[in-house]
């Protein structure tokens, strides 16, 4: 392939944007014109997952090809390694120039900076949405504004500065919508005088699942601080009138957030039109997880429950990709960095455990392509959420998860055994999880066959723990 032909790749990357808040998938509650014209030139995918839904893991995931247990980021805790081996390496090394704006998220200073990029400017942690500190290839700064807006600043400066006879990898990546959902001036008033609706298991009592569910902090009512809904309660509600009240604060703030990445990918898709590069540059919008909109009464993530184990992933590439191409394959977190490399021409190093989803995102599904999927997340029952450990396996129609109760001596996971239990979901009778029929005698043989397929899949990624 001539140095001309390879593709550029624009991967923007949100910060806890639940796809259930993305018009192209539906939404119920927002528009997103500028990320729908993503997926209407381009592709979208309904069963993209995340390997562990939290927001350092899944990063991690998605640069070196390894689910969590193999590149050693297992928690928010734990830093990454950037002795191992990451696309941007790759990338860099067979010359594209590669960057990486925004959230990094996976610790700061020596083998846990940015290794393998020609330029690097990152949040510390999680970041400020205004005027937040950066660390500019490792020089401590100030920039004054609101952070996704300055994201994407630096990413066209950085495009407008490049080497144009060489292709390029931009890693932009928000630090929008995570929690505590500051909205910038011009977006602060968006839904003031309508009432976003509430998800269908809004409700949700936790009875028919798993301890776990009943046990989480996280819920709407309960859980949200005044710093995350910027008011102090009225008096004299209701108990049902409180939990809608703390439900409009908390999603009108994050429906502003995602307002305003998706105006700033408007401006990143212009940029490509202008400078005559949309042809050639793949440009992937996706998030490091999903979220619980008020679903099941919940924020934040953590659980492979559906709303939270999907990621957004729509991707546009006009010399490949089929406009308006939709697709129920299967793709995970650990799959996206293969397929950067396959478009470069790069080879992909054997011990990557994904696989590239270019022949999907081509129309191309192989016969024996994956129809099932392996889900880890470790920091058993840590301090903010209190989620229980737990593993498992999803297929298209079911959903088995094992809470194995134990801290296994992981970073932020408390030594507080529980029960195991397990769950299991049929997707097809009960889309929204809220009846596990584990123990329901009708569904043993199916049982039986899952915990192969787990245990299979278990021992094809090298999760012996
Ligand atoms: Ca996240």
């Not at 703030?253 to 400078?275: F, K, P």
Request: net charge negative; glycine share 6%; proline share 5%.
């Amino acid at each position: 392939m001539s140095e001309k032909k390879r593709p550029n790749i624009l991967f923007i990357m949100s910060d806890d944007h639940a796809s259930h808040a993305m018009s192209c998938y539906d939404s119920k509650i927002n528009k997103t014109p500028h990320l729908d014209r993503i997926a209407n030139e381009g592709i979208r995918f309904d069963n993209c997952f995340c390997t562990n839904a939290i927001c350092t893991p899944s990063r991690a995931s998605i640069l070196t090809g390894l689910y969590n247990h193999k590149n050693g980021v297992k928690t928010l805790g734990d830093e990454i390694d950037g002795r191992q081996t990451t696309v941007q390496k790759l990338m860099k090394s067979s010359g594209y120039q590669t960057a990486i704006i925004g959230k990094w998220h996976l610790g700061a200073g020596g083998n846990a900076d940015p290794i393998g990029f020609d330029y690097w400017n990152v949040f510390p942690n999680q970041g400020e949405y205004f005027d937040p500190v950066m660390y500019e290839m490792g020089e401590e700064k100030v920039f004054k504004g609101y952070a996704t807006d300055l994201v994407t600043d630096m990413s066209i400066e950085w495009l407008k500065q490049r080497d144009k006879e060489k292709p390029f990898m931009l890693m932009c990546h928000h630090k929008a919508p995570h929690r505590p959902w500051d909205p910038d001036e011009k977006h602060a008033h968006m839904y003031e005088d309508i009432n976003i609706p509430e998800p269908p298991t809004f409700h949700d009592d936790y009875e028919n699942r798993a301890e776990a569910a009943k046990e989480a902090r996280m819920r709407i009512e309960r859980d949200l601080t005044e710093r995350d809904v910027k008011d102090k309660p009225p008096e004299n509600l209701s108990a049902a009138e409180l939990k809608s009240w703390y439900y409009q604060r908390y999603i009108k703030d994050y429906l502003r957030c995602v307002a305003s990445i998706d105006d700033n990918v408007g401006r990143l898709l212009n940029y490509l039109d202008e400078e005559e590069l949309t042809n050639d540059t793949i440009v992937v919008y996706t998030s490091d997880q999903g979220f619980f909109l008020g679903d099941h009464g919940w924020y934040d993530k953590r659980f492979m429950y559906e709303e939270s184990l999907r990621m957004p992933f729509i991707v546009r590439y006009p010399r490949a990709i089929k406009p308006g191409s939709v697709t129920k394959d299967f793709a995970l977190n650990v799959d996206f960095p293969e397929t950067f490399l396959d478009y470069a021409g790069i080879d992909i190093p054997d011990d990557m455990q994904g696989t590239s989803l270019r022949p999907i995102l081509e129309g191309n599904t192989p016969r024996e392509w994956q129809t099932s999927m392996y889900y880890r997340y470790w920091e058993h029952l840590s301090i903010e959420h209190r989620v229980g450990a737990h593993y498992g396996l999803r297929t298209h129609r079911y959903k088995l998860i094992y809470y194995y109760g134990e801290s296994l001596g992981v970073t932020d996971a408390m030594d507080e055994p529980r029960t195991p239990t397990w769950e299991l979901f049929d997707l097809e009778q009960d889309y929204y999880e809220l009846n596990n029929v584990y123990n329901d005698p009708a569904y043993s043989e199916i049982v039986k066959e899952l915990k192969k397929e787990l245990y299979r899949l278990k021992d094809e990624v090298e999760d012996y723990e």
